[in-house]
């Protein structure tokens, strides 16, 4: 069986219409579906704000109906500002308990009732209501317990990595297609997608953790290094991304502590002397910085070590 992710916001109508183009598609049992989160609004308030009509657009609603109208899609735009984590966390609920077809059937449910009812999919006792509806019990008190929070946050981490920037994005094995695709295209992604590479946990996270550091989310890489801190914490591939995060994200005390442990088993480690360098030089540490930067250099020929060597020295004059 093939595993189809749907990376989406509960308020996104183009969602709500990929949804629609998936079951034209009739995957039917071959494929397992999975919703995924992604946040569109991420400063949207708890709780949640109407929608004012001066802020909707008019020409793209208009679209949106146009196209949905063939497609069994919603009938309007939202009417609510909704900040969606919640929402994410019960469709995460939902697959934990009942697998792909529980989940699908909860947001099916979720969607409809944004698009179609104008309901408040921000609000916990609304969202309660809606799983129960779709048959699943107990969300409420999962709700408050923090159930699924850790997951979804795990799984936004894991998206950003991945590259996932529109919603929805559907992702097959090794490939990805942005959009409300079409029936047509959703099933050659499914018949022609490469299928995913199998790798360790430990891989899967350094190279999740190495992505978002290549999108600047060090606090991000942080939180995806915390296992593999825990259980490997002497490994020096481990500890010199770690050293990237927290260089990344300011903390450079400990930046500084982490490289310089790491230089003491391995002095020869020109980028981690390159890295020392760059973090005494932040911390304004000119002097200091000084000898790391010219090591580095003098172990490689990366231009961009000689430019630090050269714009340190000009600051110590």
């Known amino acids: 069986m093939k595993r189809m992710e749907v990376w989406a916001d509960m308020t996104c109508p183009w969602a709500y219409i990929g949804k629609r183009r998936m079951e034209e598609a009739g995957f039917g049992e071959d494929v397992e579906i999975v919703w995924c989160p992604y946040v569109i609004d991420p400063m949207a308030p708890t709780p949640s704000e109407p929608l004012e009509e001066a802020l909707r657009d008019p020409v793209a609603e208009g679209a949106l109906r146009a196209c949905a109208s063939g497609s069994g899609g919603p009938g309007r735009g939202s009417v609510w500002r909704v900040n969606t984590f919640d929402a994410h966390r019960v469709a995460a609920l939902a697959y934990e308990r009942g697998g792909a077809a529980l989940q699908g059937t909860v947001v099916e449910r979720i ?3 944004h698009f179609v009812e104008g309901a408040d999919i921000g609000d916990r006792a609304t969202l ?3 799983a129960a509806e779709a048959g699943l019990d107990g969300v409420a008190g999962a709700l408050d317990r923090g159930e699924g929070a850790a997951g979804v946050r795990s799984q936004l981490l894991r998206g950003k990595a991945l590259g996932v920037a529109t ?8 490939t990805a297609v942005a959009g409300a695709q079409s029936p047509e295209v959703l ?3 499914v018949r022609h997608a490469a299928p995913p590479r199998e790798l360790p946990d430990e891989v899967r996270l350094l190279r999740q953790a190495e ?3 290549g999108v600047r989310d060090p606090l991000g ?3 995806t290094l915390e296992p593999l801190l825990a259980e490997h914490g002497d490994d ?3 500890r010199l991304l770690a050293a990237r995060a927290y260089f990344g994200s300011a903390q450079l005390g400990r930046a500084r502590q982490t490289l310089e442990s790491l230089l003491e088993n391995a002095p020869g480690d020109h980028y981690a002397r390159f890295l020392l360098g760059r973090t005494l030089e932040r911390a304004n540490r000119h002097p200091e910085a000084l000898p790391h930067l010219r090591l580095a ?3 490689s020929p990366e231009p961009s070590y000689a430019e630090a060597v050269r714009r340190v020295e000009s600051r110590i004059g």
């Open 211 to 213: 992505s978002l550091l």
């Open 221 to 223: 890489a942080l939180r």
């Open 297 to 299: 250099a003098a172990m």
């Open 187 to 189: 099933a050659d992604l």
């Open 236 to 238: 020096p591939s481990v």
């Open 128 to 130: 309660a209501a809606l």
């Open 167 to 174: 919603s929805p994005t559907f992702v097959v094995g090794e």
């Open 111 to 113: 969607l409809h009732a």
